[in-house]
């Protein structure tokens, strides 16, 4: 099994907080990682699960912890279970640890009930220093959930097909998401089309026939299932305009990849696309890396009117770095320059390139890096 980097994040939440919430997309790996952790476990939307956790309640109380509470958002009346139980022991940690698949849904009973008695951590499909025996093209191409291909058998992109038809079909509706699977796939598809560039509601209402106002109510949602991630704009104190719309990324690049008819590396490099898929998963492996430490670091884009641009900035209180993701093995003297005048607008005190290199190149403000070495320099913005 995979050691997750989250884990050590996880053991240590469950030693100062009664309980812990685990969030992530479906099938990313949060059960295997929570059985690593207690043997003691409920599927909650099997309704076995649920009768056996209803009548065991008591007696699993007086256990030594944790109960795993898998798809927790599938039971509201759970929530005020475990808000009683918490305040009837306070003090007591590491009693109960929950999974959950849909952000708004899970954090909405947690907010009722539950504010200031748990931690939250979420957990991103693989990264890359967690299978360090896999080339970068392959995580690249295939992305990082578990049973997609990156590990074996090798199912990319079936397994990337299936996923997001049975989101479609069952699960989003499912979870409250009120259009028909139909107008989703359409919608995962122009996603596709739109991975990495700025967010028009109005436009992709039109060609859905939908008003602007129901698109960003969907993207919302699937942001809140962890498929989509919608980037804020950075907006320093300068004369200079800036931009001030999101960015949309697909946070998985094997579904990327999947919904642009992309099954091989050669396709993907010959794409029109394919820079803005290094953008964005180096974007995911970053902020996935960030998450797995428990970092506060808030991500933003950047770029002002004149074509001045940053990819990412992350911002952890007064501290501020400037990214460039560059997909070339020889970065120009150019693309640093334009990085270190675009950070200096930014306000920010580190500026790095990432690039497709194997020799990593520093100065004191920033480098030339590659993907796997910037990953483990983030410790320090943690």
Do not use: C
């Amino acid at each position: 099994m995979v050691e997750r980097q989250a884990a050590v994040l996880v053991r240590s939440r469950l030693e100062s907080y009664p309980a812990v919430a685990v969030v992530g997309p479906r099938q990313v790996g949060k059960t295997t990682l929570a059985r690593s952790l207690s043997a003691v476990y409920f599927d909650l939307e099997q309704p076995g699960d649920r009768l056996r956790l209803d009548l065991q309640w008591d007696q699993l109380l007086t256990g030594p912890g944790p109960i795993v509470l898998d798809e927790a958002q599938t039971w509201p009346d759970l929530f005020p279970r475990l808000r009683g139980a918490i305040d009837s022991a306070p003090g007591r940690y590491g009693r109960f640890l929950v999974l959950g698949s849909v952000s708004p849904g899970l954090m909405r009973h947690v907010s009722e009930s539950l504010a200031g008695r748990l931690s939250l951590v979420e957990l991103a499909p693989f990264l890359l220093n967690e299978i360090p025996d896999r080339p970068l093209e392959h995580v690249w191409l295939r992305g990082g959930f578990p049973d997609g291909g990156i590990l074996d058998p090798p199912r990319f992109p079936q397994w990337q097909h299936d996923y997001l038809a049975l989101l479609a079909e069952r699960d989003l509706p499912s979870w409250g998401l009120p259009a028909r699977p139909a107008t989703i796939r359409r919608l995962f598809r122009m996603l596709a089309a739109l991975h990495g560039q700025v967010w028009n509601a109005s436009s992709v209402g039109q060609s859905l026939g939908l008003s602007y106002h129901t698109v960003n109510s969907y993207l919302d949602f699937l942001e809140g299932a962890f498929l989509i991630r919608r980037l804020p704009p950075w907006l320093p104190n300068i004369r200079k305009r800036v931009v001030r719309s999101p960015l949309v990324y697909w946070r998985d690049s094997g579904l990327l990849h999947a919904e642009l008819g992309l099954s091989s590396a050669d396709l993907l490099l010959a794409h029109p696309m394919v820079g803005k898929s290094w953008e964005g998963f180096v974007m995911q492996q970053v902020l996935g890396a960030l998450a797995a430490r428990g970092s506060a670091a808030e991500p933003f884009w950047f770029r002002t009117s004149d074509g001045l641009e940053l990819d990412l900035v992350l911002a952890h209180g007064t501290t501020v770095w400037a990214i460039e993701a560059k997909l070339t093995a020889r970065p120009s003297e150019e693309d640093f320059a334009r990085l270190t005048r675009a950070a200096g607008l930014a306000g920010a005190q580190q500026r790095y390139l990432i690039a497709h290199v194997h020799e990593p190149s520093l100065s004191d403000s920033g480098g030339v890096l590659s993907l796997r070495d910037f990953l483990g320099i983030l410790v320090t913005l943690t």
